[in-house]
Every structure is written in structure tokens, then in C-alpha cells.
């Protein structure tokens, strides 16, 4: 896969699977438009990249769910590269709840985060997108076709990102701009760090469902930046409008 000269934006860079695809997509030659709100995090991954091919990405302190910030990263994105290739809309957070116990509260700020900002965002990329043809990858959740009774917030915000994903791509396809999704299964991230899991919970949650797994095996981060690569990549021209699975077979069960 060949990504020289192309300027890749990732959303939620500065941990987990946007930190990994960064990582991943440096090491291909990307130009990279890095955002996330930790700006500490967000120069760490950004450091990391540059010393793969010594191609210095564009760090982003933004809020996606902020519309000031949405603008400003794609004006920033334009001013400092010129031109948008690949937008990967992966920024995302997790609230635990279902329809008796939760709130509205956590209902706003997981549909602003996985739902409104992507809209936002992608309405912002989408005129450059159609000058250099480029695609996007959005990254989308197993729980967007799997009901839990878990987080119903969460769920309910995946399931409207696929078919975002397919409304955009259709729209796009003559414009020969293509749009995906990854639906991945558990990764190991921070996610689940944010609604309270401390690390010894994590270990025996992630090994629970690993367990569970037909594969038996983790999914890792690095595993979801190789299918989001190839997602943004010329080998998937002719891929557009499908969620993609990457889970160890766990929608099996
Ligand atoms: N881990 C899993 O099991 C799993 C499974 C399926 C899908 N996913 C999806 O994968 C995506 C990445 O999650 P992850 O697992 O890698 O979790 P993570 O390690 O917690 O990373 C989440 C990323 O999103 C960023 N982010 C969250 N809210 C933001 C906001 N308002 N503005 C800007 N950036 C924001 C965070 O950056 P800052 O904290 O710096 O703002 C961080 O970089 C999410 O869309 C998630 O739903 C995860």
C-alpha cells in the first residue's frame, strides 16, 4: 500500500486504534493530520510518527464535538498541506446505560462525539475530498448490528454511523469519493477506562472476552490500522459503502 504524498486526517489519534492506524499509516508514507483533546498524548503519537519516515504530521488540540474546532481542523488541515486525501472520522467515546438507567446527558455527549461531529466534520471535508477523490473510513463498533443491554447510548450511535457510512457513500460514488466503515469487535484501548474500568478490571474483562472469541486471540489496534489502511488505500477502489467486520469471529455467536 502506497501513501506517499497523500494527506491522511485521523480523528482520536492521540490513543487506541486512531494512535495505532497513525503509527501504522506513518510508516507508509502518510502525511498525517493528527487530532485529539490530549495535547500531551497527541505530541507523543505525533513524535512517534515523525521518526518513521521523518514526515513531521500536523498535531490538532481540537473537540470534535466543538463546531468552532471542526472548522478549524479541517481550515488548518488545508493552510498547512494544501489538499485532504483520506479522512478517517474514528474519535469516539462509550457511555454505560440502557433505557432505565441513563441519562440524557450521556446520551449527548456519545451521539455528539460518534454520531454529530462525524456528520460535521465530514460535511467540512467533503469539497476537498471530491477535488483529490479521496475516501473515508469511519470507525464503527460490532454493537452497531449486535444488541446489548449495556450501552444503548453507544449502540444506538454506531448503528446511525453505518448508514451514514452507506447514505455518504452513495451520494460520494459519482463524485469518486468511496466511504467505509470498520466495525470492530474488543480492543484493547482506553475506551473502557473512561466509564470507570480500572486496569485489573480491563485485564479480566478483555480475557473474558477473548475467551469467548472463536479466534481465542486479541484483536489489537494494529490489526483494525491494517484494515483501515487498506480501506483508505487504491487496492480497496472498488470497496464502497460496506462495514466492515474485524471481531475474531465473535458476530458468530
Ligand atoms: N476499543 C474497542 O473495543 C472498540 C471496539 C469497536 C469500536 N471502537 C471504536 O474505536 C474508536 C476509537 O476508540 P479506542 O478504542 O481507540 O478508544 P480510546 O483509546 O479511548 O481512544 C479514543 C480517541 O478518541 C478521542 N476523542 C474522544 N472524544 C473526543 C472529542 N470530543 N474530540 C476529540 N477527540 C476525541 C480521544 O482523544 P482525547 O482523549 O485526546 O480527546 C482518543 O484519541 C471509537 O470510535 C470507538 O467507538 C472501539
Redesign the pocket.
Known sequence: MEFTDKVVLI?????????ATAIYLSKLSAKLVL????EK??KRIALYCEKSKEIKPLAIT????NDVDAERIVNETIEHFGTLDVLIN?????AMGGIKNSTMDSYDKVMN??MR?VYQLTMLAVPHLIKTKGCIVN????ASTKPSTMALAYNTS?AALDQFTKCVALELATDGVRVNSVN????K???LK?IGLNDEQLVHFAQNVVGNMPLKQPVE?EDVASLIAFLASDKSKSITGSNYVIDGGSLLR
Open positions: 480523528t482520536g489519534a492521540s490513543s487506541g486504534i486512531g494512535a487530532v485529539g483533546r490530549n498524548n497527541l481540537a473537540d470534535v464535538t474514528n474519535a469516539g467515546c462509550i462525539t460518534n461531529s470507525t464503527s463498533c460490532i454506531k470492530p469487535g474488543f480492543v484501548t482506553n475506551l473512561d489496534g
